[in-house]
């Protein structure tokens, strides 16, 4: 099958900090990609690259697609002057130009030449593959689908919302229906209703679809096959056969990695041991025969000779493996309990009668040792300032709320109070092992969610995933019977938020869980509750 997008030898840096080295990819007609990889690796760059909207610094990128071709940024660049129409309307400005020429072409079949024949027939395949015939009505669909049917066609694109306006690029790229859809993150501002309706029209398209997502049930749903753009080795990994295959792989390579390291462990405790006891092993209290002392000392010199010889080759070869070791991989992802974890029964937080503001009102909560519960609701229904109640980060203007045990807090958004502190010290804050730096740096390493070379990177220089990935090691480190958790998967890659579920299965104390993850919340085991109605209440679901 022919390649209609592919990528050779390219490069890319932004600000001086190298993205991709010499990648390549080959992309046919009709796959749908999936493009994972941490916050900041290159996934937007990428998608921008294969659209033409930024040049490589070397190599090529081509891209067939005589259907025509969409982008759809994270942020819709829609002019805020012009209407909802107006949107739609330069959307399929290139379908309404082919029908134009069809019915101009159209009125002059009678006596038209060969050449104009066939031009009527390309347009007319072109029209027809693209659905041209049924686009106003896709239009409707669309805006229904993302639930934008309420929206005013007249209404000015500057007073919709940052969701209204993602959701209106969203339905207009699926509406004209070009051959090529790129997309960057499109399940943003979707509710699970637009969500069904958008993995439906993907599936449903004719052409190629690569979308850049990190919504694991997306990924399980529409892609053919998932590209991870490794931000360690600024490369592009393949994985054939989508999501599955792609978490497959990672669990393949963990296992060489655990195989790996113990050989090597293996062969240098070997060479260790041989390098120290092959001189006592070999030719020893062997007696002088016939009192010949010329022959012995001959002898005894070859032994010596052989003996050192293979002493310097195990030492070559120890220090060759010791200049290349093998890092132990890092533990799974576990939280800890506090130690006194089984005196802290019954009542974990208390909320009573309270309110803030207008975001949040509950007259009674209560959270129990080894309870989990998950929220929900719409955006800024009030969870992230209830689970801020709850950790004591955001005083009531109302009410009371009791807190017992320790508490683990991962918010939302992670700010940066000391920008010049380097990664060590801001994750050794407050722990009783900071002044030891090797202690520290060991338990650091040991989560895996950072390489050495990342330890004195000052906190202000880490991109939106890192500092996520900080402040989820600071929580591991910690103690606790509480955890509260405030969109735990945002910014981390998919390997890591697989690991992270797991811990939270594994996890004995209490949990109370703020995400907009499909399948986290498909997965969890739990009270599941919502918050609603515009005046937040908690409402068991």
Known sequence: MPTQISLHF????????????????????????????????????????????????????????????????????????????????????????????????????GDAAPAQLDAYGDLLTRFELRGGYEADARVDRALHGLGLDGLGRGRLLGSLSGGEQARLGLACLISAAPEVMLLDEPTNHLDATALDWLEEALLAHRGTVLAVSHDRLFLQRIATAVVEV?????????????????????????????????????????????????????????????????????????????????????????????AEPVPRPPEPLRFRAAPDS????????????????????????????????LVHGANGAGKTTLLRVMAGATAPDRGTVVRRGRIGFLAQEIPVSRPAEPLLAAFGRGLALAGDPDELAALLLSFGLFRERDLHVPVGSLSAGQRRRLALARLLARPADLLLLDEPTNHLALALVEELEEALAAWPGALVVVSHDRLLRRRFAGRPYELRDGRPALVAC
């Open 342 to 373: 089984g005196d802290t029964a019954g009542t974990l937080v208390r909320l009573d009668d309270v309110r803030v503001g207008d975001r949040l009102a509950v007259d009674a909560l209560t959270v129990r040792a080894g309870e989990r519960i």
């Open 10 to 109: 390219v490069s890319k840096s932004h600000a001086d900090r190298p993205l991709l080295d010499r990648v390549s990819l080959a992309v046919r007609p009709g796959e749908r990609l999936g493009i994972v990889g941490e916050n900041g690796a290159g996934k937007s760059t990428l998608l921008r690259l294969i659209a033409g909207l930024e040049p490589p610094d070397e190599g090529r990128v081509l891209l067939t697609a005589d259907g025509g071709t969409g982008y759809l940024g994270q942020t819709p660049d829609l002019p805020p002057d012009r209407t909802v129409q107006d949107a739609i309307d330069a959307a399929l400005a290139e379908l309404r130009d082919i029908e134009r020429r069809l019915r101009s072409l159209e009125a002059i079949l």
């Open 230 to 322: 490794d931000a360690d080795r600024r490369a592009l990994v393949r994985y054939g056969e989508g999501y599955g295959t792609f978490l497959a792989a990672k669990a393949a390579a963990r296992r060489r990695w655990e195989q790996e390291h113990a050989q090597w462990c293996e062969e240098v405790a070997r060479l260790t041991a041989h390098a120290a006891g092959a001189a006592r092993g070999v030719a020893q209290d062997r007696g002088m025969k016939d009192n010949n002392k010329m022959a012995y000392d001959r002898d005894r010199g070859r032994v010596q000779a052989s003996v050192s010889s293979r002493v310097r080759n195990a030492q070559e070869r120890l220090r060759r493996l010791r």
